[in-house]
T-cell receptor, first 111, second 115 residues
Framework: DQQVKQNSPSLSVQEGRISILNCDYT??????FLWYKKYPAEGPTFLIS?????DKNEDGRFTVFLNKSAKHLSLHIVPSQPGDSAVYFC??????????FGQGTRLTINP | KAGVTQTPRYLIKTRGQQVTLSCSPI?????VSWYQQTPGQGLQFLFE???????NKGNFPGRFSGRQFSNSRSEMNVSTLELGDSALYLC??????????????FGPGTRLTVL
């Protein structure tokens, strides 16, 4: 039962443009959502999070949007930079318990 | 502040052996969680420890076990290793805030290869 889904295994974006990564979830009990960035052979690095009481959170070039009615969240990166090339995981949790991860989206930023 | 550290970074074992992995959380963090990452299954939750007690457990066989010490450091043990246990094992720590908005921070992982 895949409670958190990232339907796009890969995404290619030109440098300077906007990158939009999407994530869907099925468990309406999730109350906290996070995005992590991962390079090969390294642990995931926390990027940005959002509580279920909000619909938007912004941190520099990164903005996360949450649509609870659609059970959908997205990560916007603008402008995209070559160093943003990595695998991005969305994750969800309920009452600070285990993180449930999506399968990841590999983002490639082309110069 | 130092991040989450994991030792060893790389490990090669043979089938049937057992292995112990170690994790030191960020100072002040009381919760330690373990995850397994494989190419086919993504990141799967193993278990979480808080105040030396296992608080949550994922769907892994009993060969996978762990413990947490009074200084919040944690160890994970896998007995009777199988080829399918080859994976990147990740440890994450958090403050374990009661509010629910609790961010987990990951270590670099231990790459286990079972031959």
């Amino acid at each position: 039962d895949q409670q958190v889904k990232q339907n796009s295994p890969s995404l290619s974006v030109q440098e300077g443009r906007i990158s939009i990564l999407n994530c869907d979830y099925t468990n309406s009990m999730f109350d906290y959502f996070l995005w992590y960035k991962k390079y090969p052979a390294e642990g995931p690095t926390f990027l940005i999070s959002i509580s279920s009481i909000k619909d938007k959170n912004e941190d520099g070039r990164f903005t996360v949007f949450l649509n609870k009615s659609a059970k959908h969240l997205s990560l916007h990166i603008v402008p995209s930079q070559p160093g943003d090339s990595a695998v991005y995981f969305c994750a969800a949790t309920h009452q600070a318990q285990k993180l449930v991860f999506g399968q990841g989206t590999r983002l490639t930023i082309n110069p | 502040k130092a991040g989450v550290t994991q030792t060893p970074r790389y490990l090669i074992k043979t089938r049937g052996q057992q292995v112990t992995l170690s994790c030191s959380p960020i100072s002040g963090h009381r919760s330690v969680s373990w995850y397994q990452q494989t190419p086919g299954q993504g990141l799967q939750f193993l278990f979480e420890y808080f105040s030396e007690t296992q608080r949550n457990k994922g769907n892994f066989p009993g060969r996978f076990s762990g413990r947490q010490f009074s200084n919040s450091r944690s160890e994970m043990n896998v007995s009777t290793l199988e080829l399918g246990d080859s994976a990147l094992y990740l440890c994450a720590s958090s403050l374990a805030m009661a509010s629910g908005s609790d961010t987990q921070y990951f270590g670099p992982g231990t790459r286990l290869t079972v031959l």
